[in-house]
C-alpha cells in the first residue's frame, strides 16, 4: 500500500497556499443541488473526501461537470423525488449526511445512506433528527442503515440545540430554507464553515441572518436559483501548516488564509514562544528555539478546534515542560498517542486529557494513522524527528489534504509517496 516516507530533521520555510475548504465545500455540494438551475463553484479542494460527495450526488442524477481543478458546475434539476441515496460513495463520508437536509428541504423527502467517516467517537445524529422533526418531516432509521425523512410540508419552528453541532446546524439550515414561515435556530455553531454554507445559500437566493452566532434566524422562501460562489481557505489545514513550521523550528508563510479564522491557534503559538505575523490573507509562523509548554482544550468556534488536537499535541510533545490537552468534542480522539510514544514522546492519558512531558526530540518510527486530523500530526512529528518514518494508511489524510507531501516538499521537507521497498531504499539513499 502507498505510504510516506520521512527523513526529518529539516525546518520548513517557504510560502504554501492553502486549498477551499473541505468542510464548508461538503455542505455547499450537498446545498447545490437544491435549486434547479445551475450554480458554479470555485475554490473547491481536491481531496478524495470531495470527489466522493461529488460522484454521490452524481450518482443521484445531479449534473456535475468539471471546469478545472478547482471549480465545478452542477446542475441538479434530474435528481428525482423519493429516490434512496445510497452508494459507495454516500456511505464513505461523514458529509454526506448533509444529502439529508438538502433533499428534504428541496423535496420534503429524503432517504439517505447513514455517513460514515472518521472513526473519533460515537459521532450521532439525534441533533439532525430532532431539528427535522421541529420542522414537521418524519423521520425514521430503516435498515439496512437508511435515514428517512418526508413531510406534507415543512413549517419554520423554534429549534434549540441540545450540543453545539457543525453538522447538524448546517444540516437545519438546508432543511428549513424553503419551509414556510421563520426558523430559529439556538446554540447554533459559530465555525465558519457553518457562516460559508449560509453565505452560499443565500446567494442562492435563501434568506438566512446571524450565522456566525448562536441564532441562526431563517425565513422561507419558495425556491432557490443558480449561483456563482467561491469557497473560504480552509482553517484547519493552514493549521496544520502552522504547528508544522513551529515544530520544525521553520519559517513559514501561509497564504490564502482569514487570519481571523485562525485567532486561537496563533494566541497559542504566540503563548508558546512562536512570532505570527498577520497580514490580509497571510500569515507566517517564525519559530527559532524549544518552545514552550502550556494547556489547551478543545471547544466550539471560536475555541481551539478538536480538528486541530493531535497536531497541537505533536508540538508540546517537543516543548519545554508539562502541558495538558483536554479533547471535550469526541471522545476517541487521541488514538495517535501510541504512535507518537513510538518516535519518544512522553504522554499519558488519562480519559479525555492528554499529559505531555514534552522530549527534547523524536526519533523516526513506523507510523499508522488513526484518522485524518492525526494522520497529519503524525506526518508533522515525523518531519520534526531524527531519523527516517514511515507513516502509513495515508488514505485517511488524502481524505482532507491536497496535494499534502508536494506542498511540503515545497517548504524543504523530505517525503515522498512509496509503495515498494525499492522505492523506499531509493528514497534513503537520495536524501542521505
Ligand atoms: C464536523 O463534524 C466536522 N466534519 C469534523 O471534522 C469536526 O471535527 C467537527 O465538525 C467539530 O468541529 C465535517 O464537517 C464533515 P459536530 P460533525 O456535529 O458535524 C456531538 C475533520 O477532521 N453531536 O459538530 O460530525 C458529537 O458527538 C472532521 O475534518 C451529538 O451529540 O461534528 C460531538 O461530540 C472530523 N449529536 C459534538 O456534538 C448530534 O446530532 C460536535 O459534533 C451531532 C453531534
Same mark, same amino acid.
Given at each position: 500500500?502507498?505510504?510516506?516516507?520521512?527523513?526529518?530533521?529539516?525546518?520548513?520555510?517557504?510560502?504554501?497556499?492553502?486549498?477551499?475548504?473541505?468542510?464548508?465545500?461538503?455542505?455547499?455540494?450537498?446545498?447545490?443541488?437544491?435549486?434547479?438551475?445551475?450554480?458554479?463553484?470555485?475554490?473547491?479542494?481536491?481531496?478524495?473526501?470531495?470527489?466522493?460527495?461529488?460522484?454521490?450526488?452524481?450518482?443521484?442524477?445531479?449534473?456535475?461537470?468539471?471546469?478545472?481543478?478547482?471549480?465545478?458546475?452542477?446542475?441538479?434539476?434530474?435528481?428525482?423525488?423519493?429516490?434512496?441515496?445510497?452508494?459507495?460513495?454516500?456511505?464513505?463520508?461523514?458529509?454526506?449526511? *448533509?444529502?439529508?437536509?438538502?433533499?428534504?428541504?428541496?423535496?420534503?423527502?429524503?432517504?439517505?445512506?447513514?455517513?460514515?467517516?472518521?472513526?473519533?467517537?460515537?459521532?450521532?445524529?439525534?441533533?439532525?433528527?430532532?431539528?427535522?422533526?421541529?420542522?414537521?418531516?418524519?423521520?425514521?432509521?430503516?435498515?439496512?442503515?437508511?435515514?428517512?425523512?418526508?413531510?406534507?410540508?415543512?413549517?419554520?419552528?423554534?429549534?434549540?440545540?441540545?450540543?453545539?453541532?457543525?453538522?447538524?446546524?448546517?444540516?437545519?439550515?438546508?432543511?428549513?430554507?424553503?419551509?414556510?414561515?421563520?426558523?430559529?435556530?439556538?446554540?447554533?455553531?459559530?465555525?465558519?464553515?457553518?457562516?460559508?454554507?449560509?453565505?452560499?445559500?443565500?446567494?442562492?437566493?435563501?434568506?438566512?441572518?446571524?450565522?456566525?452566532?448562536?441564532?441562526?434566524?431563517?425565513?422561507?422562501?419558495?425556491?432557490?436559483?443558480?449561483?456563482? *460562489?467561491?469557497?473560504?481557505?480552509?482553517?484547519?489545514?493552514?493549521?496544520?501548516?502552522?504547528?508544522?513550521?513551529?515544530?520544525?523550528?521553520?519559517?513559514?508563510?501561509?497564504?490564502?488564509?482569514?487570519?481571523?479564522?485562525?485567532?486561537?491557534?496563533?494566541?497559542?503559538?504566540?503563548?508558546?514562544?512562536?512570532?505570527?505575523?498577520?497580514?490580509?490573507?497571510?500569515?507566517?509562523?517564525?519559530?527559532?528555539?524549544?518552545?514552550?509548554?502550556?494547556?489547551?482544550?478543545?471547544?466550539? *468556534?471560536?475555541?481551539?478546534?478538536?480538528?486541530?488536537?493531535?497536531?497541537?499535541?505533536?508540538?508540546?510533545?517537543?516543548?519545554?515542560?508539562?502541558?495538558?490537552?483536554?479533547?471535550?468534542?469526541?471522545?476517541?480522539?487521541?488514538? *495517535?498517542?501510541?504512535?507518537?510514544i513510538k518516535m519518544g514522546a512522553h504522554v499519558t492519558v488519562e480519559g479525555n486529557t492528554a499529559i505531555i512531558d514534552g522530549v527534547e526530540k523524536y526519533t523516526g518510527a513506523r507510523l499508522s494513522s488513526?484518522?485524518?486530523?492525526?494522520?497529519?500530526?503524525?506526518?508533522?512529528?515525523?518531519?520534526?524527528?531524527?531519523?527516517?518514518?514511515?507513516?502509513?494508511?495515508?488514505?485517511?489524510?488524502?481524505?482532507?489534504?491536497?496535494?499534502?507531501?508536494?506542498?511540503?516538499?515545497?517548504?524543504?521537507?523530505?517525503?515522498?509517496?512509496?509503495?515498494?521497498?525499492?522505492?523506499?531504499?531509493?528514497?534513503?539513499?537520495?536524501?542521505?
Amino acid at each position: 500500500m502507498d505510504h510516506y516516507i520521512v527523513k526529518g530533521g529539516n525546518s520548513l520555510s517557504g510560502e504554501v497556499e492553502i486549498a477551499g475548504a473541505k468542510n464548508a465545500a461538503l455542505g455547499i455540494l450537498a446545498a447545490s443541488v437544491m435549486t434547479n438551475e445551475t450554480v458554479t463553484i470555485e475554490n473547491i479542494p481536491d481531496v478524495s473526501d470531495i470527489r466522493a460527495i461529488l460522484k454521490a450526488i452524481q450518482m443521484i442524477g445531479a449534473h456535475v461537470e468539471k471546469v478545472d481543478r478547482h471549480c465545478y458546475r452542477i446542475n441538479g434539476s434530474m435528481i428525482s423525488r423519493g429516490s434512496a441515496v445510497d452508494n459507495d460513495y454516500v456511505r464513505k463520508i461523514r458529509g454526506s449526511y *448533509y444529502l439529508i437536509g438538502a433533499l428534504l428541504g428541496k423535496h420534503r423527502c429524503a432517504s439517505v445512506a447513514l455517513p460514515g467517516g472518521c472513526n473519533i467517537g460515537l459521532r450521532p445524529i439525534d441533533q439532525h433528527i430532532k431539528g427535522f422533526r421541529a420542522l414537521g418531516a418524519d423521520v425514521s432509521l430503516v435498515s439496512p442503515g437508511m435515514v428517512v425523512a418526508e413531510a406534507e410540508v415543512l413549517r419554520g419552528s423554534h429549534i434549540y440545540m441540545d450540543v453545539v453541532s457543525v453538522g447538524a446546524t448546517i444540516n437545519i439550515m438546508m432543511a428549513s430554507v424553503m419551509a414556510v414561515g421563520q426558523t430559529i435556530i439556538e446554540n447554533a455553531a459559530k465555525e465558519p464553515h457553518v457562516v460559508d454554507v449560509a453565505n452560499f445559500l443565500n446567494s442562492m437566493g435563501a434568506n438566512i441572518k446571524g450565522a456566525g452566532t448562536d441564532t441562526i434566524r431563517i425565513r422561507g422562501v419558495e425556491r432557490l436559483h443558480g449561483t456563482n *460562489y467561491s469557497i473560504i481557505p480552509d482553517q484547519i489545514e493552514a493549521g496544520t501548516f502552522m504547528f508544522a513550521a513551529a515544530a520544525t523550528r521553520g519559517d513559514v508563510t501561509i497564504r490564502n488564509v482569514i487570519p481571523k479564522h485562525l485567532e486561537s491557534l496563533s494566541a497559542k503559538l504566540k503563548e508558546i514562544g512562536c512570532q505570527i505575523h498577520e497580514s490580509d490573507d497571510e500569515l507566517r509562523v517564525v519559530a527559532t528555539r524549544r518552545l514552550g509548554a502550556t494547556n489547551v482544550k478543545t471547544l466550539p *468556534y471560536p475555541g481551539f478546534p478538536t480538528d486541530m488536537q493531535p497536531q497541537i499535541a505533536v508540538l508540546l510533545g517537543l516543548s519545554r515542560g508539562v502541558s495538558i490537552v483536554t479533547e471535550s468534542i469526541f471522545e476517541n480522539r487521541f488514538k *495517535y498517542v501510541d504512535e507518537l510514544i513510538k518516535m519518544g514522546a512522553h504522554v499519558t492519558v488519562e480519559g479525555n486529557t492528554a499529559i505531555i512531558d514534552g522530549v527534547e526530540k523524536y526519533t523516526g518510527a513506523r507510523l499508522s494513522s488513526p484518522d485524518l486530523r492525526a494522520g497529519a500530526a503524525l506526518v508533522t512529528a515525523a518531519l520534526a524527528a531524527e531519523g527516517f518514518s514511515e507513516v502509513h494508511e495515508i488514505h485517511y489524510i488524502e481524505r482532507g489534504y491536497e496535494d499534502f507531501p508536494e506542498k511540503l516538499r515545497r517548504l524543504g521537507a523530505e517525503i515522498e509517496i512509496i509503495e515498494t521497498e525499492e522505492e523506499k531504499r531509493k528514497f534513503m539513499f537520495r536524501v542521505g
